[in-house]
């Protein structure tokens, strides 16, 4: 891959940053890697949750929840 592309799937709403954040945090503890959520206040925070085959919940409804 060229670095632009690398670049680009780790910005938001690319899936790169989740998935490594999710591949690090499942080889680290006994987090369930079909158990991931992602919280978010923006449109592109839910496009990169579906992107990286995470759940979502929005920011104001986890907080009231």
């Not at 680290?28 to 890697?33: D, F, G, K, L, V």
Request: proline letters at 3%; aromatic letters at 10%; glycine letters at 8%.
């Amino acid at each position: 891959l060229a670095v632009n592309e690398i670049t680009e799937n780790f910005r938001k709403p690319g899936p790169g940053m989740l998935t490594l954040a999710s591949l690090y945090a499942c080889s680290e503890s006994a987090i369930q890697s079909d158990r991931r959520i992602m919280i978010g206040d923006w449109d592109s925070d839910r496009e990169s949750a579906i992107a990286a085959g995470f759940e979502f919940m929005w920011a104001n409804d986890w907080r009231n929840g």
